[in-house]
């Protein structure tokens, strides 16, 4: 009996060692088998390193105790003190399969297996697993064989000889020469059936990957000729019966276990088809019947066994309809919507433990994978392999995948995949199921080398892993960009010169010579870029034909390219990021505008994507503000910080600008916008917020560049116009009031002298010439017009507004809004002018009168000689002017008794005379169609041509383009003329009875 002191200090040592119930290790240290080294603390040591000390030491105790007698016990235990490689596989063998120490307690001598350690013993192929399968001569023996042989694959990955990649590869190995085994005694049961046919079997699946588990169902396919001069069918039946009798030998279960399942059931028709096959019947099957996963599983067809030189036809065969596969209709959507399936039929009980099937397990690496390659792999044989990490490799190497990318999906595979061998192995159970209790979880967080706090760490690296692959799973697997690329004929994949030309002339393009030569100089070389780009620009080529001028598109990618080619994120963002490729195909051959503003910003690309940058959707106006006011306080003088300003407008005008486009367009994630009043508000709202934060910043830069923090007088911008309706379009200027107010204290022409200064300052920094385009200040609203102050104090407007106001100055002032400086003094400035706008008793007839006159008057005399007055956007009948000055009378008229005429903005004013029953519903309709339409055109012509317009281009490619911005095709140009014309002739109508009094309201 071991003496209490002696079993403390024991006690304590074998929980320093890792194991778990000391106690039970204490007795089994001293029983008889273990009495001559019990105190060897290399042993003890050796314990302590295996997945689990207690596992090793009750395995290895049952192999001392099934040992024939004492001397073969002593020697054993000799060997596996003074070997320490031998020491190290079969205890960590020991201490991390129970199945395998099941094994080695009924044959106790196969312990032997893993004394060797020759340099072939390191990564054994098939010929050394067939010669360690050679002596078996029935289906027992094969399964012992089979057992013993496994013993040294878990040996070399448990002790960390091979990784996780080639100990796949050796069980696949080996799954082959077991295949080989069985058939040799298939055949040999069964000689008249073998002299009839020729029978390759074809390995699928992981095995056909080689990447096979521990314990998985080898997936195979059949296929058989006759030997010439025997009978097809009879050949066929005598093959069947071989195939069937191998699968039977491979997944019987006996007292010996089994080995694995054979599993058939890739064969066309599955289950439901014959076992076998000829190779004509396969072909005719495929090219006919397949679906779409069938040549995703074809992927991994690989010849193992029987007629070797009948399996290299068969794959040679199939090869070409595998690489033609992703040409197939919705072939992208198809294998994305079989893996959605696969999550939704996992157990709810069990999804979170999937480590195969789950949400970032390790079939989204593997669709990933397979996706990508048979999209990208009819051009670029390099991808066609069957191996899951050397295709993940080449997809990186080849420019398909980030490299960043790549190493994550690379490290978490191997980890997830390491996880499930040692989770396998324990029992050589097939399960994918992260084990639910702490030992075991301890087990294999050991196995793995996580020493510290096995379980808690266990848990963090595979949660990181999988939140790891799931991320990128999402971002490659649902890549637009791959569809499209799916979608082109494979000879357009990667183009040849000749093809090239040949293409760009059906596509469209003006001048192939010069888009030839900027595909030269983007894609020729072997840089990582020019790969990249090879995969991209067949793409582009298709969504630059869909503009009115695809050789602009094509030129202004190369001139983007060039830019920012060296920029890493660059040609990462538009083959990663969601639908950033085809948003800059769309915006670069849209016209004119968004590329002159992305050629000053080009890191403004980065907006394109569907990163945390914020996309396309419109920045606040507080946002912008503070922004801009942030850039002002760092500059430092006045010019630097309008010149910050002017930076965040030039790029918030490129995405609103790319925003339209891409909206009118519409992209594989987000269709064409159907309302083309959104849009409008969009564009307009953008704008004008941008407009007035600008302003702002302006503002603050001259008041700190003149006077540090404080003004001597209190100073507002008041908007007006479109600016104040928020309407404002790309090229408009922007309509102002300026007010002051003297602080206390202050006299008052040192107050005016400094607003007026205030005033001069911000116009000048504003119209210093730039290659942006310009933000022109217009006054001309104020009292007086041209030959009044530019700026006033409150006081002064006030008693102007009593003493000397007209109608047209109560119509201007509809549209006031303050949006930059004193808020408290803007809010007094619109105390002031309401009373002005939303009359008590509304207009009188003089001043009806007198509005009808101004109209009149405008259209005859500002109207551009030669112009088509039916296309006049502005001015035109059915135009803006005609709109906004309707709906303005309405206010004028009726405001002061509805509130919800009190706005500055037209539609919402259109909108609630509606409401007020003051226009009928179809008019109300047609005045806001004809509004939005002429808007829109308006906003495409600065898109198209870069310079604002009212009228359409004359142009006939411009004119194209305008309509591609409005949503008609090619050739349909004049289907927009007259769509413009119809649309203005009925606002006329109803402007005619309700601006020109045909009916009196």
């Given at each position: 009996?071991?003496?209490?002191?002696?079993?403390?200090?024991?006690?304590?040592?074998?929980?320093?060692?890792?194991?778990?119930?000391?106690?039970?290790?204490?007795?089994?240290?001293?029983?008889?088998?273990?009495?001559?080294?019990?105190?060897?603390?290399?042993?003890?040591?050796?314990?302590?390193?295996?997945?689990?000390?207690?596992?090793?030491?009750?395995?290895?105790?049952?192999?001392?105790?099934?040992?024939?007698?004492?001397?073969?016990?002593?020697?054993?235990?000799?060997?596996?003190?003074?070997?320490?490689?031998?020491?190290?596989?079969?205890?960590?063998?020991?201490?991390?399969?129970?199945?395998?120490?099941?094994?080695?307690?009924?044959?106790?001598?196969?312990?032997?297996?893993?004394?060797?350690?020759?340099?072939?013993?390191?990564?054994?192929?098939?010929?050394?697993?067939?010669?360690?399968?050679?002596?078996?001569?029935?289906?027992?023996?094969?399964?012992?064989?089979?057992?013993?042989?496994?013993?040294?694959?878990?040996?070399?990955?448990?002790?960390?000889?091979?990784?996780?990649?080639?100990?796949?590869?050796?069980?696949?190995?080996?799954?082959?020469?077991?295949?080989?085994?069985?058939?040799?005694?298939?055949?040999?049961?069964?000689?008249?059936?073998?002299?009839?046919?020729?029978?390759?079997?074809?390995?699928?699946?992981?095995?056909?990957?080689?990447?096979?588990?521990?314990?998985?169902?080898?997936?195979?396919?059949?296929?058989?000729?006759?030997?010439?001069?025997?009978?097809?069918?009879?050949?066929?039946?005598?093959?069947?019966?071989?195939?069937?009798?191998?699968?039977?030998?491979?997944?019987?279960?006996?007292?010996?276990?089994?080995?694995?399942?054979?599993?058939?059931?890739?064969?066309?028709?599955?289950?439901?088809?014959?076992?076998?096959?000829?190779?004509?019947?396969?072909?005719?099957?495929?090219?006919?019947?397949?679906?779409?996963?069938?040549?995703?599983?074809?992927?991994?067809?690989?010849?193992?066994?029987?007629?070797?030189?009948?399996?290299?036809?068969?794959?040679?065969?199939?090869?070409?309809?595998?690489?033609?596969?992703?040409?197939?209709e919705n072939f992208v959507s198809d294998v994305q919507k079989m893996r959605r399936r696969v999550v939704e039929n996992i157990p709810a009980s069990e999804v979170e433990r999937e480590l195969k099937l789950g949400p970032g397990g390790l079939r989204d690496v593997e669709f990933a994978v397979q996706l990508l390659q048979l999209v990208h792999g009819r051009a670029d044989a390099s991808l066609r392999s069957g191996t899951t990490l050397d295709a993940l490799q080449a997809l990186a190497a080849g420019g398909y995948v980030g490299r960043a990318d790549a190493v994550q999906l690379d490290d978490a595979y191997r980890f997830l995949r390491s996880m499930e061998h040692r989770i396998q192995l324990h029992r050589l159970r097939r399960t994918h199921l992260v084990p639910e209790s702490d030992a075991d979880r301890r087990r294999v967080g050991r196995s793995l080398g996580l020493r510290t706090d096995p379980?808690?760490?266990?848990?963090?690296?595979?949660?990181?892993?999988?939140?790891?692959?799931?991320?990128?799973?999402?971002?490659?697997?649902?890549?637009?960009?791959?569809?499209?690329?799916?979608?082109?004929?494979?000879?357009?994949?990667?183009?040849?010169?000749?093809?090239?030309?040949?293409?760009?002339?059906?596509?469209?393009?003006?001048?192939?010579?010069?888009?030839?030569?900027?595909?030269?100089?983007?894609?020729?070389?072997?840089?990582?870029?020019?790969?990249?780009?090879?995969?991209?620009?067949?793409?582009?080529?298709?969504?630059?034909?869909?503009?009115?001028?695809?050789?602009?598109?094509?030129?202004?990618?190369?001139?983007?390219?060039?830019?920012?080619?060296?920029?890493?994120?660059?040609?990462?963002?538009?083959?990663?990021?969601?639908?950033?490729?085809?948003?800059?195909?769309?915006?670069?051959?849209?016209?004119?505008?968004?590329?002159?503003?992305?050629?000053?910003?080009?890191?403004?690309?980065?907006?394109?994507?569907?990163?945390?940058?914020?996309?396309?959707?419109?920045?606040?106006?507080?946002?912008?503000?503070?922004?801009?006011?942030?850039?002002?306080?760092?500059?430092?003088?006045?010019?630097?910080?309008?010149?910050?300003?002017?930076?965040?407008?030039?790029?918030?005008?490129?995405?609103?600008?790319?925003?339209?486009?891409?909206?009118?367009?519409?992209?594989?994630?987000?269709?064409?916008?159907?309302?083309?009043?959104?849009?409008?508000?969009?564009?307009?709202?953008?704008?004008?917020?941008?407009?007035?934060?600008?302003?702002?910043?302006?503002?603050?830069?001259?008041?700190?560049?003149?006077?540090?923090?404080?003004?001597?007088?209190?100073?507002?911008?008041?908007?007006?116009?479109?600016?104040?309706?928020?309407?404002?379009?790309?090229?408009?200027?922007?309509?102002?009031?300026?007010?002051?107010?003297?602080?206390?204290?202050?006299?008052?022409?040192?107050?005016?002298?400094?607003?007026?200064?205030?005033?001069?300052?911000?116009?000048?920094?504003?119209?210093?010439?730039?290659?942006?385009?310009?933000?022109?200040?217009?006054?001309?609203?104020?009292?007086?017009?041209?030959?009044?102050?530019?700026?006033?104090?409150?006081?002064?407007?006030?008693?102007?507004?009593?003493?000397?106001?007209?109608?047209?100055?109560?119509?201007?002032?509809?549209?006031?809004?303050?949006?930059?400086?004193?808020?408290?003094?803007?809010?007094?400035?619109?105390?002031?002018?309401?009373?002005?706008?939303?009359?008590?008793?509304?207009?009188?007839?003089?001043?009806?009168?007198?509005?009808?006159?101004?109209?009149?008057?405008?259209?005859?005399?500002?109207?551009?000689?030669?112009?088509?007055?039916?296309?006049?956007?502005?001015?035109?009948?059915?135009?803006?002017?005609?709109?906004?000055?309707?709906?303005?009378?309405?206010?004028?008229?009726?405001?002061?008794?509805?509130?919800?005429?009190?706005?500055?903005?037209?539609?919402?004013?259109?909108?609630?005379?509606?409401?007020?029953?003051?226009?009928?519903?179809?008019?109300?309709?047609?005045?806001?169609?004809?509004?939005?339409?002429?808007?829109?055109?308006?906003?495409?012509?600065?898109?198209?041509?870069?310079?604002?317009?009212?009228?359409?281009?004359?142009?006939?490619?411009?004119?194209?383009?305008?309509?591609?911005?409005?949503?008609?095709?090619?050739?349909?140009?004049?289907?927009?003329?007259?769509?413009?014309?119809?649309?203005?002739?009925?606002?006329?109508?109803?402007?005619?009875?309700?601006?020109?009094?045909?009916?009196?309201?």
């Amino acid at each position: 009996m071991t003496a209490p002191g002696r079993r403390s200090s024991t006690f304590t040592r074998l929980l320093r060692h890792g194991f778990t119930d000391p106690s039970a290790a204490e007795r089994l240290l001293d029983s008889v088998e273990l009495a001559l080294v019990r105190d060897d603390p290399v042993l003890l040591e050796a314990l302590g390193a295996t997945a689990d000390p207690d596992l090793a030491l009750h395995g290895l105790v049952r192999l001392l105790e099934a040992q024939p007698d004492l001397t073969a016990r002593r020697e054993l235990l000799d060997t596996v003190i003074a070997a320490k490689p031998l020491r190290d596989r079969l205890l960590g063998v020991l201490g991390a399969s129970a199945a395998l120490a099941d094994h080695l307690a009924r044959h106790p001598q196969d312990w032997q297996a893993l004394v060797t350690y020759e340099p072939y013993d390191l990564h054994p192929g098939v010929e050394e697993f067939e010669r360690g399968l050679a002596g078996a001569g029935d289906p027992v023996g094969l399964r012992i064989a089979y057992r013993r042989c496994l013993l040294s694959v878990a040996a070399r990955d448990v002790c960390g000889t091979t990784d996780v990649a080639q100990t796949a590869a050796e069980l696949a190995d080996l799954a082959t020469a077991t295949l080989r085994a069985a058939l040799a005694l298939a055949r040999a049961g069964a000689p008249e059936d073998a002299a009839l046919c020729r029978l390759a079997v074809i390995a699928m699946g992981k095995c056909g990957g080689h990447e096979l588990n521990y314990v998985s169902d080898v997936d195979v396919v059949f296929v058989a000729e006759a030997i010439e001069g025997a009978d097809e069918l009879k050949a066929l039946q005598g093959a069947t019966r071989l195939a069937s009798h191998m699968m039977r030998i491979c997944s019987e279960t006996t007292v010996e276990g089994s080995i694995w399942p054979v599993d058939a059931n890739l064969r066309p028709e599955g289950r439901n088809g014959p076992l076998v096959r000829t190779l004509s019947s396969h072909l005719a099957y495929y090219q006919r019947w397949a679906k779409t996963w069938e040549f995703q599983a074809l992927l991994k067809a690989r010849p193992v066994a029987g007629d070797l030189e009948l399996g290299e036809e068969y794959v040679a065969a199939v090869e070409p309809l595998v690489w033609k596969a992703a040409e197939r209709e919705n072939f992208v959507s198809d294998v994305q919507k079989m893996r959605r399936r696969v999550v939704e039929n996992i157990p709810a009980s069990e999804v979170e433990r999937e480590l195969k099937l789950g949400p970032g397990g390790l079939r989204d690496v593997e669709f990933a994978v397979q996706l990508l390659q048979l999209v990208h792999g009819r051009a670029d044989a390099s991808l066609r392999s069957g191996t899951t990490l050397d295709a993940l490799q080449a997809l990186a190497a080849g420019g398909y995948v980030g490299r960043a990318d790549a190493v994550q999906l690379d490290d978490a595979y191997r980890f997830l995949r390491s996880m499930e061998h040692r989770i396998q192995l324990h029992r050589l159970r097939r399960t994918h199921l992260v084990p639910e209790s702490d030992a075991d979880r301890r087990r294999v967080g050991r196995s793995l080398g996580l020493r510290t706090d096995p379980v808690k760490e266990l848990t963090r690296e595979w949660k990181r892993h999988t939140s790891a692959v799931r991320r990128l799973h999402e971002k490659i697997f649902y890549r637009p960009l791959l569809d499209a690329v799916a979608q082109l004929p494979s000879g357009e994949v990667r183009l040849s010169a000749a093809a090239a030309r040949e293409r760009l002339v059906a596509l469209g393009y003006g001048d192939p010579a010069a888009a030839l030569r900027h595909l030269e100089a983007l894609a020729s070389g072997v840089t990582r870029k020019a790969a990249i780009q090879r995969t991209l620009l067949p793409v582009l080529l298709g969504w630059f034909a869909d503009s009115a001028d695809p050789d602009a598109g094509l030129l202004n990618f190369r001139k983007v390219s060039d830019a920012l080619g060296k920029t890493p994120w660059y040609l990462r963002l538009l083959r990663d990021e969601g639908a950033a490729a085809e948003n800059l195909a769309r915006v670069l051959s849209a016209g004119r505008l968004a590329p002159d503003l992305l050629m000053r910003a080009p890191e403004a690309v980065a907006l394109l994507g569907d990163g945390d940058g914020g996309g396309l959707e419109p920045r606040s106006r507080d946002h912008l503000e503070q922004e801009i006011l942030a850039a002002v306080g760092r500059a430092d003088d006045a010019a630097q910080g309008v010149t910050a300003a002017r930076g965040v407008r030039r790029r918030e005008l490129f995405r609103t600008a790319a925003a339209d486009i891409v909206g009118s367009y519409g992209t594989e994630t987000q269709p064409a916008e159907a309302d083309q009043g959104a849009l409008v508000h969009r564009v307009g709202g953008a704008v004008s917020d941008l407009t007035a934060a600008t302003l702002a910043g302006t503002l603050r830069a001259v008041v700190r560049g003149g006077w540090g923090d404080t003004l001597p007088t209190r100073f507002a911008v008041i908007a007006m116009g479109r600016f104040g309706g928020h309407e404002l379009g790309y090229g408009s200027d922007a309509d102002v009031l300026f007010v002051h107010e003297p602080r206390d204290g202050v006299d008052e022409r040192e107050a005016g002298d400094a607003a007026n200064k205030v005033v001069a300052e911000m116009r000048r920094l504003l119209q210093i010439p730039s290659s942006d385009p310009p933000l022109l200040i217009d006054a001309g609203l104020r009292p007086e017009g041209k030959s009044g102050p530019l700026v006033r104090t409150l006081k002064s407007y006030e008693a102007y507004y009593r003493r000397w106001s007209l109608v047209w100055e109560s119509h201007a002032l509809l549209r006031a809004e303050p949006v930059a400086g004193d808020e408290d003094l803007g809010r007094r400035f619109v105390e002031l002018i309401d009373p002005l706008r939303y009359r008590p008793g509304g207009l009188g007839e003089d001043a009806v009168r007198e509005i009808r006159r101004l109209k009149a008057r405008m259209e005859s005399e500002r109207l551009p000689r030669g112009a088509d007055p039916k296309l006049h956007t502005k001015l035109g009948p059915g135009g803006l002017s005609d709109v906004e000055w309707t709906v303005q009378l309405l206010q004028l008229r009726h405001a002061a008794d509805v509130p919800g005429l009190r706005t500055t903005r037209t539609r919402e004013a259109l909108a609630a005379a509606r409401a007020a029953g003051l226009i009928g519903a179809e008019d109300a309709v047609t005045l806001d169609e004809a509004w939005v339409l002429a808007t829109r055109v308006r906003n495409a012509v600065m898109l198209v041509r870069g310079r604002a317009g009212d009228t359409f281009p004359t142009d006939g490619r411009e004119l194209a383009a305008v309509g591609r911005c409005l949503g008609h095709g090619p050739g349909h140009a004049g289907d927009m003329l007259d769509a413009y014309r119809r649309t203005a002739r009925r606002a006329r109508i109803v402007v005619e009875t309700l601006f020109y009094g045909a009916e009196d309201r």
